[in-house]
Structure formats: C-alpha cells, structure tokens
C-alpha cells in the first residue's frame, strides 16, 4: 500500500497537502477537495460564468478567486483591450463577469496585470501547502512554491466559482531527484528538458511529481517555477518542490501573502511540509546533473529534445516503432534532416517570455548574454515580461534599454507567441526559437517551426543568427 491509498506510514509533502484538502471521498471514487484559490484567465472563463447563470448559481467565494487578461491581450506597448480586435470580445466579458461577481480583476489597465501563472506566485496568490486551481493546464507552475497547481477545463472552472471545491481523482506519485549541480550555461529548464527528453511526455502521465534532491534545493524560487511550469509537459497532473527557507523568504512580504502574527503561524505550518524519510512513491527517478548540457529540440514535441552538442536523430535510431514514426513525422515538418547539428540551424525568430520564462531572473540571464551587442539582421527578437510589475523591475534595473539598444522589441505582458491566438504569431514556415514550453506542430501560428531553449540560449540564437552553444558567449 502506498501512502497515496491512505496509509498510516510516512507521507510525502503531497500527501500532507491533499489530505488538508480534503472534503470527503465521493461514492464513484473521486477526492472532493477543497480550494484555496481559484485564478481566472479569459479564454476559459467565459463560458463557465455562462453556465453559473443558465443554472441559476452564484460565485460561492468570491473573494478567494482573482482574474487576470493575458492569453488574447496585445503585448504592444500602450495597448488596450481593443488592440487586438479578436480577443475584445472575451477581455470585456471577463471584465463585465468579474464585476458583477465582485471579482478582483486585473485587467490591462491594472498595474498588477500579467501571465496568471506569474502573477499568482509574485502577488502571494499562491502560498505554501495551498490547493491553486486555473482553467489552464500549466497552473503547475506554482508548485515551485510547494502548492498544488491544478489545471481544470471549463466546466471545473464553473464547478470551482460554484462550490470552491474540485472532484478529482487522487493522482499517483513520482519524485524525480536531481543529483549533483549544473553547470555553467545551464537552467532550470535544461533540468526540465533533459527530464522530458529521456524518459518521455507520458513519464508523469497523472501523477502528482515531486521534484527534489541537491540540484533543486539550489535553484531560487523562480527557476522552481520554471520546472514546474512543464510538468504538464511530462504527462503529469501536477509538480511541486517542498517548501524551505528559499520559498519562505520568496513569499514574505507578497500583497497577499499574510503579516504579522499571520505570517508567523503560516510558516511554523509551512516547514511541517516536507517528504518524510521513508515515504513511499510509486515512481521514483534520479536524474545526473553533471552530465546537463543546454538543451534545445529538434521536433513537434518537448521530448524531441538533445543536448546543444548534438545532432538531429535519424529516426531509424529509435527502437519503438510509433516513436519512429513520429520522429519521421516531425522532421518533415521542421524542415531540417537528420544529422543535421543543432547549433546552426538559422532562425528567424527569437522570442523571450511566457508563463515558463518570463520572471525578472529569466530576464537578467539574457539580458547578461545580449549587452553591448546587436541582435543579428536577419532575426526579429522579442522580449515580453511576463507581468507588469515584471517589467517595471526590469525597467528599474535598465534591462529594457540593454533589449532595445541590442534590437529586441520589448513590450507590455501577456502570453503573447506562446500561443497564436493574439498578435503576435510567427508567419508559415518561419523559425522560431523560443523560451515557452510546447512546441506542438502550430503552436504559434499556422506551420510555424518552434525550438525550445532558455532565455540565455534564445538570447544568444538572437545575436548569431542561428541556434547556438551560450557557453561559447563571453559574458
């Protein structure tokens, strides 16, 4: 029996969250948990408000969920919400549906406006050992503050701002340990790519993973983030790294995180959260860090991925039949045969940003790569923060005019080309290389080609031209 089934054994920083949440188990099986918080984004929000009012309901608790514009909002600076003729019609609806729900709504003129995924840990929102729910699927990212990140669909976002409640069924568990340290030129999303790419996008698939060991307890709490941003990338239903004394110090002092006296009983609740010695997981991977190069993929998924060093795989070279074919499938449609070197490979686009690498840390590291340089001719970068307050602490330390003075557009926060259902979308058959997290055949825009990479590796693909090693850049 695992501690997952209830058992009275030691238990995993998991266990002791879902636990505290819990409601009662439902007759089909099902945990019916509670929610702490409850963030709102416009694309999934409308129709469950819809809903509300066809069964005649009412927001339960309203003041446990906030909304935020960020998926169809224009980054151009100095927009409004109809800049983007598309999206007005879904920006003024959640507008509308926040105020006659007495919802607290950052909307693009509120200064605390941003990717909800950025937002929710930098304003407090999400909190140590708290259940976040999001009607978006990398509502993951805040376990890097230990809390449950749940991604729900539509008809679960109305049954949240209904009940403040979510029946789910209670997900396995994975720890997966990162040993030794990274080196020079290497992230937290190399850690999360290497992961992807040699145990696969249905690793995790369900499971709630810890992310844990020496390499992670070294990491600041904003590339906690970042790996746990793409644990939807590795089939899970959630990733969390156990709170401490980087998480702590993270969180004091946040808008809504709590004071005085609060504070002090929050945390002494807080460091209670952590995976005990002996507890038990029903998947538990180690991963060398040492061994960590960048890493950069070469296909239409996350687990298409190789080390900067290496080449495109002959797809002949995978064992599993359906993996041949879908690395055959993949080649084609990224136009660049197998043997070909990753560093190299000519871009047109460099794009910074998204709910994966958009905090002011993952700004600093390009920014470290790109001063006093020029961002090649060929090549169109963009720099999109990935809230407001992000990027007026970027502006406070001088980073937009080290952007700017190298070429790179820099504007206002959203989603922006994580996603092509806002303005900005790479053109057909046009190659991007980008800090976002899903490279899925047009992701960003009809036969658009996306490698993924971190900040400092796209930073450095802007200046060259083509794809390349950022350990070759002198900083």
């Not at 005649?56 to 608790?61: A, E, P």
């Not at 050992?129 to 539509?154: E, F, N, P, Q």
């Not at 905090?359 to 001063?371: S, Y």
């Amino acid at each position: 029996m695992t501690t997952e089934q209830g058992s009275a054994g030691p238990k995993t920083v998991f266990e002791k969250i879902w636990t505290a949440h819990l409601i009662r188990q439902l007759d089909d099986g099902r945990d019916l948990i509670f929610v702490d918080r409850h963030v709102l984004q416009e694309t999934t929000s409308a129709a469950a408000f819809d809903g509300l009012r066809k069964a005649g309901r009412s927001v339960r608790h309203p003041e446990l969920t906030v909304a935020t514009q960020d998926h169809i909002i224009s980054t151009a600076p100095g927009r409004d919400e109809n800049t983007n003729p598309g999206g007005r019609e879904l920006l003024s609806l959640m507008r509308a549906n926040a105020y006659q729900s007495r919802i607290r709504h950052f909307g693009v003129d509120d200064p605390r406006q941003g990717i909800v995924h950025v937002i929710a840990p930098e304003l407090g929102l999400a909190l140590p050992g708290s259940v976040l729910a999001c009607g978006d699927s990398h509502t993951s990212t805040v376990g890097g503050l230990g809390a449950l990140g749940i991604g729900v669909g539509t008809s679960e976002v109305e049954h949240v701002l209904a009940t403040q409640t979510l029946a789910l069924a209670r997900p396995q568990t994975m720890r997966i340990s990162y040993e030794g340290r990274l080196g020079p030129g290497v992230t937290a999303k190399d850690m999360i790519l290497r992961t992807i790419g040699q145990f696969g996008i249905a690793a995790g698939r369900g499971a709630a993973v810890e992310y844990a060991g020496p390499a992670v307890r070294a990491l600041a709490a904003e590339a906690r983030l970042t790996l746990c941003n793409m644990s939807i990338e590795l089939g899970a239903r959630l990733g969390l790294v156990a709170p401490d004394e980087t998480t702590f110090a993270y969180v004091r002092g946040r808008e809504y995180a709590p004071t005085g006296p609060d504070f002090d009983r929050a945390l002494a609740y807080w460091r209670t959260l952590a995976t005990e010695p002996d507890a038990v997981f029903d998947r538990d991977v180690i991963i060398d860090c040492d061994k960590i190069v960048p890493q950069v993929t070469w296909g239409t998924t996350p687990q298409d991925v190789i080390g900067i060093d290496g080449h495109v795989p002959d797809p002949a070279s995978f064992a599993d039949v359906k993996r041949r074919e879908l690395a055959a499938e993949a080649i084609r449609y990224m136009g660049i045969p197998p043997g070909t070197p990753l560093d190299g490979i000519p871009i047109d686009i460099a794009f910074i940003g998204s709910c994966t690498n958009s905090r002011l840390a993952d700004l600093e590291a390009a920014a470290a790569v790109v001063r006093g340089r020029r961002v090649s001719p060929n090549v169109r970068g963009l720099v999109v923060p990935g809230s407001m307050s992000v990027k007026r602490a970027a502006e406070d330390k001088g980073l937009h005019h080290i952007f700017r003075d190298a070429g790179f557009e820099w504007r206002d926060a959203g989603c922006s080309m994580c996603v092509s259902i806002n303005e900005d979308v790479v053109d057909p058959g046009l190659r991007c290389v980008a800090t976002s997290n899903r490279n899925f055949e047009n992701r960003q825009g009809p036969r658009s080609r996306t490698h993924l990479a971190s900040p400092a590796m796209v930073a450095a693909a802007a200046l060259a031209g083509h794809i390349t090693d950022v350990r070759k850049v002198s900083l």
